[in-house]
């Protein structure tokens, strides 16, 4: 089965960081492209990054420049460092992987960023 489990959520004060941080198994990872996808308070499903399996990487216009999305295909983990971090960034994050025709998605990790 594939399972994904995200870690590394918390509070954190504007302009700090985060590194968030998935662990994926049931899938062959190497061959995966794998997302980061949040949702804030009151607002829709929304991709903050992407890295496909060459580990080519996109990211959504709001998070370029400050938040990095990487790869350890040795470990099959996948995970997001989060710098510069705003207000705006507050949200539930989730990673997610598109195996054949199903979206797999970990449990969700909050990130608030608050003084």
């Known amino acids: 089965d594939v399972q994904l489990q995200a870690s590394g959520g918390g509070l954190v004060q504007p302009g700090g960081s985060l590194r968030l941080s998935c662990a994926a198994s049931?899938?062959?990872?190497?061959?995966?492209?794998m997302s980061w996808l949040r949702q804030a308070p009151g607002k829709g499903l929304e991709t903050v990054a992407d890295?496909?399996?060459?580990?080519?990487?996109a990211y959504v216009d709001s998070v370029k420049g400050r938040f990095t999305i990487s790869r350890d295909n040795a470990k099959n983990t996948v995970d997001l460092q989060m710098n510069s971090l705003k207000s705006e960034d507050t949200a539930v994050y989730y990673c997610?992987?598109?195996?054949?025709?199903?979206?797999?998605w970990g449990q969700g990790t909050q990130v608030t960023v608050s003084s």
């Open positions: 890295i496909m399996n060459d580990g080519r990487t």
């Open positions: 049931g899938f062959r990872f190497s061959s995966y492209a």
């Open positions: 997610n992987v598109r195996v054949g025709w199903t979206n797999y």
